[in-house]
Structures are given as C-alpha cells and as structure tokens.
C-alpha cells in the first residue's frame, strides 16, 4: 500500500518545517505549501488523503482555502491548524466542512495523533485482487501473467500488474494520470510527463487482447475524455 499523502499549507516556515519533519517521521509522504494560492494547488491534486489548513495564510485565507477545496474535492479530510483565541473561525471552518482543528501551539505527538484518528476513518483499504477475467481470458496478477483458454498467454511487468490492480480496484470512477503517478508509480507529479501512463496503457490494452480475435473485443482499459483511465466492461474481478 502506498503511504498516505498528506499537504501542510502554512506560512510560518519553522511550523511548517516541524510537522512536515514530524509527518515524515511518522512514514508519511509530504507537500508543503506556504500560501493560501499554493496551498489550494497542492490540497486540490491527486492522490492527496489529508490536508493540514493554516487558517492565517497569505494570498488566500485558509477559509478561502477550504471553501474552494470543497467545491472541487467535497470528502477530501482537512484539519485545520488554529491560534488559540480564534474559536469563531474555527467554528466556522467546521461548519464550512473541516473534519477537526488543532490550536497553536501544539505537540507533534498530539497532531500525529489527530491525523492517525482522521485517516483510519477515512482511507478505505483497497481490496486485494488476485484473478481479474478479461473476456474469455483470465488475469493473475499474482503470477503477473494473461492465460487464454487455447493455451496462449502474455507476461505482465510488475508495473502493468500494479497499473491493472489499481484500475480494477476502482472500477466505479476514472482515475486521473497523475493519481496513477502517485498511487502506482510512487511518485510526485510536479513537472514530470505523463506520458509514462500512457505508454503502459497503450501495452497492457495489446496484452488483454484475445489473441484469435472473435468475440472479446470489448473495452479492457477505457479512455474517460479529460479525467484519465478506468476499468472497461471486460475486466471482472473473480477473487480478492
């Protein structure tokens, strides 16, 4: 399972520095954010579990921050970092939709502690497939291999199979490039081509192809226009 990616958006450079050291210490992924205009960049991408929200930002209140945040990301959990006499805002931030605050100035152990608490609501783990059909075809991402009934079969690359499981393992949306970036690959987004996806998309689609053709001509990996990929109707999951 990939680490939980959490953002820290707040301007006080030696806060920050301390619980993104603190956030990393407890095995967590971070980005950090120094404004309320940065800070809305990095809590709205993809692949983000949890956002630590200044309320006091530059550019763009923290408030601002989640308003907007809310509109483009509505479950995506935030907690809010407070100054302790602020309680109307921070009655405001929970209304606005904020999962829980934190008042300035706080232990790391107890801020660990609230983020742990905030996760395992919220991370849903996801469930573990092991044969996917494809068709007429069967998927084993165990043995990373497609077996066809006349006997044919195709190997998978540990990412291939990786990039399957993740598709199949949330069928129900599209999953984004960059999502695919971070979840699968392990990695940032910021600057890199994602071209990479592609590229594994356009070979896993030649791999779950019938190699005789006839009837198994649906839709393995489908293109959702301006979103990314999702499992088409021939992937069905037959164990996990």
Not at 123 to 146: F, H, N, Q
Request: charged share 30%; net charge neutral; with cysteine.
């Amino acid at each position: 399972m990939p680490k939980a990616r959490i953002v820290v958006v707040e301007d006080e450079a030696a806060i920050r520095r301390g619980v993104s050291d603190a956030l990393r210490l407890s095995g967590y992924e971070v980005a950090e954010a120094p404004d309320g205009v940065a800070g809305l960049r990095e809590a709205g991408a993809a692949g983000v579990d949890l956002v630590l929200l200044d309320i006091m930002l530059p550019k763009k209140d923290g408030l601002e921050v989640l308003s907007e945040l809310r509109r483009t990301n509505p479950t995506r959990p935030v907690i809010l970092l407070t100054a302790r006499g602020s309680e109307d805002d921070r009655v405001r931030g929970l209304k606005m939709g904020a999962d829980d605050y934190v008042v300035k100035p706080f232990s790391a152990k107890e801020l660990i502690a609230r983020v742990e608490a905030i996760l395992r609501r919220t991370m849903k783990p996801v469930a573990e497939v092991c044969l996917v059909s494809v068709g007429s075809g069967t998927i084993d991402l165990g043995r990373r291999e497609v077996r066809w009934p006349d006997g044919g079969r195709a190997d998978l690359s540990e990412t291939e199979a990786a990039l399957l499981k993740y598709l199949v393992s949330n069928r129900e949306r599209a999953v984004s490039r960059e999502e695919l970036l971070s979840r699968v690959w392990g990695i940032g987004t910021a600057g890199l081509e994602t071209r990479a996806v592609d590229m594994h998309v356009a070979r896993l689609r030649a791999k779950l192809k019938a190699p005789l053709g006839g009837d198994d001509q649906q839709e393995a990996i489908v293109t959702v226009r301006a979103h990314g990929y999702m499992a088409g109707p021939a992937l069905a999951s037959l164990s996990s």
